[in-house]
């Protein structure tokens, strides 16, 4: 380590005037040094304060500016080498030889770039405030021959791609055009997945998925799902789900998936479609969550329902009931929820026999699944034939008050109280509430109108009303255990309650006033005083409302 010493010492004493032959041994010592020891050396050349000197060594024009760049990089693996890097001034003049001709200088300064900026947020915005993005963007379409300086362009994308904001810069170069044509040249797999770690967080962005569409990166995935599908080599099964989720990705763009249905007669809406049918439960994921991709506009759903898909969609759904694949079940209920969502589609898709295909699910025990199912469900009981025919399934409502309660996960219990108030509010059916009623869902309807989302208040309200109007009797007991009458007291004496929630309030208050026990606990409240204050409520639909409750507590009282 004498020669090191020695080194550093002359580098300190005369980098300025040191003879370029001379300059250029130091520099040979030094990498030889920390090919040895990178570490201790590191440590050594940080104590010497030759980091400083570094910055005015790293000229455009100077023999051994690549050297430099080189060592930069090499001690920059080093944590703690990091931070005396920036302090030295070394970034600046590294981002300016980004410009130059030079290969070998442009590697050693990206790779002294990355090494310094590595696992550093703030390090890399300030590189993508510098403007090195186009800057790599362009070094990599003019030197796309030179495998190292591609990969050290890749690694970088890859890097700065986890910035949000890096994104937006991304979308104003070719980087999708030029990641293209780079991954069409790849045959080893090694370098495809390089690329696709690339092209993942960059499809994040819309634009950029557009980009990615128009320069013609789908057909290279589906050749690849052609090439993997029947393959058992674990490498090629990797590769056939990076092509195939990130086939996914690219249609959650509104424009590159519109682009891509091309009215429905696109043939890789078509190829995507093949992929339901076919063995392989990645192809199965992937087709599904397309369709449910695709299914984001009235017009794509209609369509796709009118052509058969749901039939598609049901066959999957049939071949993982038992024991199947949980992934698979819950894009498949995604693409049949999505497709529910249009008004005209509903009656196609319940003759098609969707309700009875999705309550085969009833008994899955993963939350994700049920959340899926439930959603489906609701989706499609529009019709006040469908909302009675399942607010009957003993087993369904069962399950429904079951799942009321599970508190580890809310979506589930949301949805569930959200169906069973559907249930009640489309069916408008006595047979409906008995079943509701015996089997304990009142209590959570009224545990619903207390939910800090308006819609779904307002939901539990009207069901509660119908209940009311209906079935009085027979949910009696339920709704004065549930404390039915304080809670609509709350809502009404808040100021905070919305319009909708007020007035579904006394309409139910004048329902229950049918029932003797409610009627007295109604009285027992100072309802008139906060029903009489609403009268002059600036919502004449609350005003008018309040008028009409006030008479009928002051009748009944």
Not at 116 to 124: A, F, G, K, P, R
Not at 223 to 242: C, G, P
């Amino acid at each position: 380590m004498d020669n090191l010493s020695d080194a550093l010492k002359k580098l300190k004493i005369t980098a300025i005037d040191i003879s370029e032959d001379s300059l250029e041994g130091c520099l040979d010592c030094l990498l030889q040094a920390l090919a040895q020891n990178n570490m201790e050396t590191s440590e050594k050349l940080q104590g010497s304060g030759i980091l400083q000197l570094f910055a005015s060594l790293l000229t455009p024009h100077s023999p051994c500016t690549a050297k430099v760049a080189n060592i930069i990089a090499e001690v920059a693996k080093n944590e703690f080498m990091r931070l005396p890097c920036v302090e030295a001034g070394l970034i600046p003049p590294l981002v300016q030889l980004l410009n130059c001709k030079d290969q070998e200088v442009l590697l050693q300064t990206g790779r002294a770039l990355g090494n310094i900026c590595y696992d550093s947020h703030s390090l890399q915005a300030q590189l993508i405030n510098m403007g090195v993005i186009p800057t790599l963007v362009k070094l990599l379409g003019i030197h796309c021959q030179n495998s190292a300086l591609t990969e050290m362009c890749l690694v970088a994308f890859g890097n700065l791609a986890e910035l949000e904001s890096s994104k937006e810069q991304f979308a104003y170069t070719n980087v999708a055009e030029e990641l293209v044509k780079l991954f069409k040249k790849q045959i080893e797999h090694d370098k495809k997945e390089m690329i696709f770690e690339v092209l993942a967080p960059l499809a994040e962005n819309d634009a950029i998925k557009l980009q990615l569409v128009e320069a013609g990166l789908v057909e290279c995935l589906l050749e690849i799902v052609q090439q993997t599908v029947d393959s058992e080599r674990e490498e090629d099964m990797a590769e056939l789900k990076t092509a195939s989720d990130l086939m996914v990705l690219l249609l959650l763009g509104d424009e590159s998936m519109q682009k891509l249905f091309e009215g429905g007669k696109g043939s890789v809406f078509q190829r995507v479609l093949s992929w339901v049918p076919s063995n392989n439960h990645q192809l199965q994921l992937a087709g599904a969550l397309a369709i449910a991709n695709f299914a984001r506009n009235d017009g794509n759903c209609i369509h796709m329902v009118d052509n058969g898909i749901v039939q598609k969609l049901m066959d999957l759904l049939d071949r993982h009931v038992e024991d199947g694949n949980v992934t698979v079940q819950h894009a498949a209920l995604s693409a049949l929820r999505n497709l529910a969502i249009p008004v005209v589609n509903k009656a196609k898709m319940l003759s098609a026999g969707v309700a009875e295909a999705v309550l085969k699910f009833l008994k899955s025990e993963m939350p994700p699944v049920q959340f899926k199912l439930l959603g489906t469900l609701r989706m499609l009981i529009d019709a006040q034939e469908a909302a009675e025919q399942l607010g009957k399934n003993v087993k369904l409502v069962q399950r429904l008050v079951e799942w009321c309660e599970a508190k580890d996960h809310a979506g589930v219990m949301g949805e569930s109280n959200r169906l069973l108030s559907a249930l009640i509010r489309h069916s408008k059916s006595k047979d409906v509430i008995k079943t509701i009623v015996q089997n304990g869902g009142v209590k959570h309807l009224v545990t619903m109108a207390t939910s800090e989302h308006v819609i779904m208040q307002n939901e539990a309200l009207v069901a509660l009303a119908l209940i009311a109007a209906l079935e009085l009797v027979t949910a009696e007991k339920d709704l004065e255990n549930a404390k039915l009458v304080q809670i609509l007291h709350r809502l009404l004496a808040d100021e905070r309650s919305a319009p909708e929630i007020k007035y579904n309030s006394m309409v139910l208050i004048c329902a229950l006033m049918g029932s003797e026990t409610l009627h007295k606990e109604v009285q027992s409240l100072a309802f008139l005083e906060v029903v009489s204050k609403l009268r002059s409520h600036e919502n004449k639909t609350v005003a008018q409302q309040a008028s009409l409750t006030e008479q009928r507590l002051t009748v009944d009282s």
